[in-house]
T-cell receptor, first 115, second 112 residues
Framework: GAVVSQHPSRVICKSGTSVKIECRSL??????MFWYRQFPKKSLMLMAT?????????EQGVEKDKFLINHASLTLSTLTVTSAHPEDSSFYIC???????????FGEGSRLTVL | GQQVMQIPQYQHVQEGEDFTTYCNSS?????IQWYKQRPGGHPVFLIQ?????EVKKQKRLTFQFGEAKKNSSLHITATQTTDVGTYFC????????????FGTGTRLTIIP
């Protein structure tokens, strides 16, 4: 199946710093990418939907200025957590979908710890 | 907004026993997908159901989509230790709306 690579897998940062997470589709063009947040033993909470070349659509309650999403190419989307705080610590997962609009291919996830 | 609930939240079964998780949506779905997430891993696609009343099988796994397209189930026959993980359903509410809403998940543990 298609492969989605997410980097970094783990990141620890100090409070107030910004962290960038990359999500790449390695063998297909991802017309749409999704960013999720997952708390321990909980479900995936959709944060935003991004389409290549356009602004991301954020879910209700997600601060767009806090979680900056860029989908500059058909194979790369980035999530930047700006001015991170300990409450931003979480598991962030991206997923990608090609033009067929079927299954989602997930990245390996990025565990963010803000000290 | 759309809500997708799954029951049970947790299930512990003896190896060899059957397992079923149920998924219920607050709105009618155009299709439903099922994913499996192993502990420490990321979700992996299992299957997609589109038609009302559809039943699909993958070896020991049987997936059903309700007649009203608001519920679904996943049944595993004769569980094995490799079945351990959390099973999520994910529903797409409307045609043209690309967003999938994930269910609350059912965590399956196997007692050897």
């Amino acid at each position: 199946g298609a492969v989605v690579s997410q980097h970094p897998s783990r990141v620890i940062c100090k409070s107030g710093t910004s962290v960038k997470i990359e999500c790449r589709s390695l063998d297909f063009q991802a017309t749409t990418m999704f960013w999720y947040r997952q708390f321990p033993k909980k479900s995936l909470m959709l944060m935003a939907t991004s389409n290549e070349g356009s602004k991301a659509t954020y879910e209700q309650g997600v601060e767009k200025d806090k979680f900056l999403i860029n989908h500059a190419s058909l194979t790369l989307s980035t999530l930047t957590v700006t001015s991170a705080h300990p409450e931003d610590s979480s598991f962030y997962i991206c997923s990608a979908r090609d033009f067929t609009g079927g299954e989602l291919f997930f990245g390996e996830g990025s565990r963010l710890t803000v000290l | 907004g759309q809500q997708v609930m799954q029951i049970p939240q947790y299930q512990h079964v003896q190896e060899g026993e059957d397992f079923t998780t149920y998924c219920n949506s607050s709105t009618t779905l155009s299709n439903i997908q099922w994913y499996k997430q192993r502990p420490g891993g990321h979700p992996v696609f299992l299957i997609q159901l589109v038609k009302s009343g559809e039943v699909k099988k993958q070896k020991r796994l049987t997936f059903q989509f309700g007649e009203a397209k608001k519920n679904s189930s996943l049944h595993i026959t004769a569980t094995q230790t490799t079945d351990v993980g959390t099973y999520f359903c994910a529903g797409k509410a409307n045609f043209g709306n690309e967003k999938l809403t994930f269910g609350t998940g059912t965590r399956l543990t196997i007692i050897p």
